[in-house]
């Protein structure tokens, strides 16, 4: 008699504007959002490597007067039970444990979920009175044969308030100061999720920290958090990453001349603009990353779309072209004194090649330290799902990169 959905009610929504589970009728009538009073986004908001999640999970019906949704949610992603005639949202499990769920399904009163766990990559577990019972350990045995990081998630007061950081140390690591790495997501609405990477576990078994920031921007802590980035791409995403380092250095978690910043998307925006506004970075390295807005506007295949949604703005006006070369990381090239490696996608038509060759070029004219390493038939996200020698080549450059301007750390693997 129902159908369930997730949407939002906002034409062509800012980034700010969750997405929430809704039902109407099939005779017809007004929809109704259920999950209105939430203020977190209904879907897989928060990502791990390690946890394929499915973009398209639930809604799923277990009787008539309920549905099972995931929600993203600080920092993590959570089954919740949705009543429609309450209208109460509630998670099945404890909103404290690290769980990064995927799939999810219901029948016969039983619910099963695939999730990260504790750090773990994917599970099934079944979910049984406010917690999960696992059901397999074929998932994750791989990792029974590495030095797996040792995580712990940290509040760090910033600019905008207190941030999310999910730091990983080498197993056994005595808490004095490490060379570490600070990785910026995607999205910029993307979030740091419970268990890092590959990344992260190649790092860390080579000595390293590794810090993963929620930032103002990210999803999965609510609207506010994300408008407080808006338009401000340089801005407040910039102070946010300083703060996190500052306060790691502070807690003499991490060496402050060994420090090293990496992301993929917006986050290979980020490292770019970091390292040309701050020194504080002993050496970069930028994935698939934006170095001119304006030319990212035409160039992507949906530029025109997400800068709008983003704030961005477009250049069809000479304040839009200001305001779009203001923040691009382009317009730093001559303050970058970083070694910066560029790691680029070939076939990447979110972040055209042709957008980082430009900081490339000015950077080797200038006669900086920089590399660009191009993977031909490659797309946006070569680093899950590129083909494996292609993503060996990619991690073993990483590690080099920061070996040689941080120095490999003593007793790293």
């Not at 398209?56 to 089954?79: F, H, S, Y």
């Not at 590794?210 to 338009?231: E, M, Q």
Request: with cysteine; hydrophobic share 40%; aromatic share 8%.
């Amino acid at each position: 008699t129902r159908v369930a959905f997730i949407g939002t009610d906002v034409p062509d929504p800012p980034d700010h504007v969750l997405t929430a589970l809704w039902v109407v009728p099939v005779a017809g009538g007004r929809p109704r959002n259920l999950t209105a009073e939430l203020d977190r986004s209904i879907y897989n908001g928060a990502w791990a490597d390690l946890v394929m999640a499915e973009d398209d999970v639930g809604p799923v019906w277990t009787n008539d007067d309920e549905l099972l949704v995931m929600v993203g949610t600080n920092g993590r992603n959570l089954p919740y039970r949705v009543g429609l005639s309450n209208g109460k949202a509630e998670p099945l499990v404890d909103p404290s444990e690290p769980i990064v769920g995927a799939g999810m399904a219901a029948a016969s009163g039983r619910v099963a979920l695939s999730a990260g766990v504790d750090h773990h990559a994917a599970e099934l577990y079944a979910v049984e009175g406010g917690g999960l019972r696992a059901l397999t350990r074929n998932g994750s045995a791989w990792q029974r044969r590495l030095p797996n990081p040792e995580w712990e998630e940290l509040w760090i007061d910033g600019p905008g308030g207190p941030m999310q950081v999910w730091l990983g140390s080498p197993a056994g690591a005595r808490r004095s100061p490490r060379p570490l790495v600070l990785m910026i997501h995607g999205g910029p609405t993307g979030a740091h999720g419970p268990g890092g990477s590959l990344d992260s576990t190649m790092l860390t078994a080579a000595g390293y920290r590794v810090a993963r920031p929620n930032i103002r921007g990210s999803d999965t802590f609510g609207s506010k958090w994300i408008a407080g980035l808006g338009g401000r791409w340089g801005k407040v995403d910039a102070e946010d990453a300083v703060a996190v380092i500052d306060a790691l250095v502070e807690r003499r978690l991490a060496s402050p001349r060994r420090l090293g910043v990496m992301g993929l998307s917006y986050g290979g925006f980020l490292t770019q603009w970091l390292v040309g506004v701050t020194d504080r970075f002993a050496a970069a390295v930028s994935e698939n990353g934006v170095a001119n807005q304006a030319s990212t506007w035409a160039n992507s295949y949906f530029g025109v779309h997400f800068h709008r949604r983003a704030g961005l703005g477009d250049p069809l006006t000479e304040q839009g072209m200001r305001r779009l070369w203001a923040s691009s990381p382009l317009r730093n090239a001559s303050r970058i004194h970083t070694p910066l490696l560029i790691l680029q996608a070939e076939e990447d038509r979110n972040c055209p090649a042709a957008d980082n060759e430009q900081l490339f070029t000015a950077l080797k004219v200038l006669g900086r330290e920089t590399e660009y390493i191009l993977y031909p038939e490659e797309h946006h996200e070569l680093k899950n799902y590129g083909r494996p020698d292609r993503r060996i080549d990619r991690m073993e450059r990483i590690l080099a990169w920061f070996d040689r301007w941080l120095g490999r750390p003593s007793g790293g693997g």
